[in-house]
């Protein structure tokens, strides 16, 4: 049977599917590109977005050789030898490298005189930001483009062509698991097409699903993935949405991030959003990363679940994230003050002789100087419990 994901690779910027905002005619890449002025360049973003697709689309319009590389299995003797072959060429040939974050150091250094006499053009590709693994020499010749998943409509449209030269049908419920387990990956897509193809010209869903039984999702191990996943999480828990938070731990989970890691952040965060408005949050979010440490998966899915609906329809209140911030802050910036004598360490003084008034004595509370300077850093919200030991401290120290 056909295959689609060569039949239907772009051979130009206007067949590219997705990513408009590289392709439209007043994009900034593609008049680079077509003034032929177009300088070392690093693509980024999920699998099967079209990274490989536009650097074949560039060397087809500055008309230049393409070579083909993966950086996992890079030899720098080929490199050498193609710099050697072009070295008084006039024409100079485009260097493709896919996963080009895990390029080692002297790969990346061997690159860098081709880089900065332009005898090459370098073009590199990745589904993490390479910036982060390139060296600055590198990045500072050349620029970076990021690109996006496929929207459903886009794989909608692709879909559609690849049904047009009538080899296949395909039954409407099963165009729609193609795009929506796709998961914003055309060669994906396409690639499930040919195998259920090459079994019946009939594509149903049954069929598909026999293939691919669950959507494809990006992995969390992915450093921007794992990042933007639990951003996504720690944010719908602290705005109180249980169904987002709930949503974005299934993500988490099904992507492989370990348990522990999950119920760490959750701890962090038990502290730094919640506090004193739910004492207790920190007391079940480290009772949870305890048991997941202990149980695993997949039962430990459930007490992560209960962890995070607690703590999302927890009150919220930041107050002990901030005071203990303005605390190092105040203390960083010179405010070093005198420890008043009553609460001194005074060897051989007892405590009665001290000045030090034991405030058990007086009933649990009593007025004694504790600071040697008034400081106004602790700030108290009208939130759940921290609302109650508010109304106390007012109580007994007018605490305002």
Not at 5 to 25: E, I, M, W, Y
Not at 232 to 249: E, F, H, N, Q, T
Not at 344 to 352: A, D, N, P, W, Y
Not at 369 to 388: F, H, M, T
Request: with cysteine; aromatic share 8%.
């Amino acid at each position: 049977m056909a295959d689609f994901t060569h039949l239907l690779r772009p051979a130009d910027f206007d067949d590219l599917v997705g990513q408009s905002h590289l392709s439209k005619n007043d994009a900034p890449l593609r008049i680079l590109c077509e003034k032929n002025a177009l300088g070392h360049s690093f693509f980024f973003g999920p699998a099967g977005c079209g990274k490989t697709s536009i650097a074949r689309i560039i060397a087809k319009k500055m008309e230049l050789p393409f070579y083909e590389f993966n950086a996992t299995s890079l030899k720098i003797e080929d490199l050498r030898r193609i710099f050697e072959q072009y070295k008084n060429a006039l024409q100079k040939p485009l260097i493709f490298i896919d996963e080009v974050h895990r390029l080692a150091k002297n790969q990346q250094e061997v690159l860098l005189p081709v880089m900065e006499n332009n005898s090459v053009l370098i073009i590199g590709a990745s589904t993490e930001n390479p910036f982060f693994s390139l060296t600055s020499a590198i990045r500072s010749r050349s620029m970076l483009f990021e690109l996006y998943p496929i929207s459903k409509e886009s794989l909608i449209d692709l879909l559609e062509k690849a049904l047009s030269n009538g080899c296949v049908t395909c039954e409407d419920d099963a165009k729609e698991y193609l795009v929506a387990s796709s998961g914003g990956d055309a060669r994906a897509m396409l690639k499930l097409l040919e195998f259920a193809s090459n079994i019946n010209t009939n594509i149903t869903l049954n069929l598909l699903k026999s293939l691919r039984p669950n959507a494809l999702i990006a992995g969390s191990s992915e450093a921007g993935v794992h990042y933007d996943l639990t951003s996504a999480m720690i944010k719908s828990v602290r705005g109180s949405d249980m169904d987002a938070a709930i949503y974005y731990l299934a993500r988490l989970i099904e992507g492989g991030e370990s348990a522990d890691f999950i119920a760490r952040r959750l701890v962090i965060l038990a502290s730094e959003d919640i506090g004193n408005a739910n004492p207790q949050a920190l007391t079940l979010a480290t009772s949870a990363m305890t048991s997941v440490s202990k149980i695993g998966y997949p039962e430990a899915r459930i007490i992560l679940a209960q962890a995070v609906i607690y703590l999302a329809s927890s009150p919220k209140s930041n107050s002990a994230y901030l005071a203990i911030n303005d605390a190092l802050s105040a203390v960083r910036s010179g405010v070093i003050l005198d420890i008043p004598k009553n609460i001194r360490q005074q060897s051989g003084v007892s405590l009665e002789n001290s000045g030090y008034l034991y405030p058990h004595d007086f009933g649990g509370y009593v007025k004694q100087k504790y600071l040697s300077k008034p400081l106004n850093l602790v700030k108290l919200k009208d939130i759940g419990y921290e609302k109650k030991i508010k109304e106390w401290l007012s109580n007994i120290l007018d605490f305002s």
